[in-house]
Every structure is written in C-alpha cells, then in structure tokens.
C-alpha cells in the first residue's frame, strides 16, 4: 500500500520557521523516480501549489508566494520544507504528493498525503 506520511506542522509566530517532512512508504522502489512537492489549502480556499521536485533533484519549482522563503529538498523517498519568514497567509494544510510526472499542479498527482496543519499567528 502506497502511503505518504506528512510531518512538522504546528503553531508559529509571523517571522518565525518550521520544516515539514513528507515520507513515502509501499510500492517499493517508484517512489525514488518520482516528483515529489507540496501543496496547501487555506480554510475556504482550494488546494495550490507550494513546491515540487523531481527524482534527480535537478528541476524544482516554487509557487511566487514562496519563492526565496521556502526551500524543497529531497533524499531519494524523503521530502522536506524548509519555511523561513512565515506570514499570516501561509496558513493552511500542508499536503505531500507524488507524481510521475512534473508536479505543478493538483490535478497531475497521483498519491497524496493526509495533511499537517500549519499556522502562522502571534
């Protein structure tokens, strides 16, 4: 069984950091060919982009929002955000999901985690 494990969510103050983890289990073996990357969905709204990267680690992508804030990185079937300056509107759930293919956006994941809350308040 195929199975994405999310971690590292919580409470932070604006300004502050946190570091998710994502952690792919079953199906032994694809998951090291796959793209791996992040998305989130604030209360109301619906599920975007954050981060991804591919298998190789040679090409990653960042949503505008996060682009010199956030940091994706990946260890063969491990995946980590790094997120640094956190603001009020990065609050959300934090999903992990693979793909075959690059993963820019919802619809072209094929596995997905269950989530970790992640706010941002003072």
């Known amino acids: 069984q195929v199975q994405l494990l999310e971690s590292g969510g919580g409470l932070v103050q604006p300004g502050g950091s946190l570091r998710l983890s994502c952690a792919a289990s079953?199906?032994?073996?694809?998951?090291?060919?796959?793209?791996m990357g992040w998305f989130r969905q604030a209360p109301g709204k619906g599920r975007e982009f954050v981060a991804s990267v591919s298998w190789g680690g040679d090409r990653i992508d960042y949503a505008d929002s996060v682009k010199g804030r956030f940091t994706i990185s990946r260890d063969n079937i491990l995946m980590y955000l790094q997120m640094n300056s956190l603001k009020s509107e990065d609050t959300a759930v934090y999903y992990c999901?693979?793909?075959?293919?690059?993963?820019?956006?919802?619809?072209?994941?094929?596995?997905w985690g269950q989530g970790t809350q992640v706010t941002v308040s003072s």
């Open positions: 079953g199906a032994s073996g694809i998951f090291s060919r796959y793209y």
């Open positions: 999901a693979a793909s075959p293919t690059t993963l820019t956006a919802p619809a072209r994941a094929s596995y």
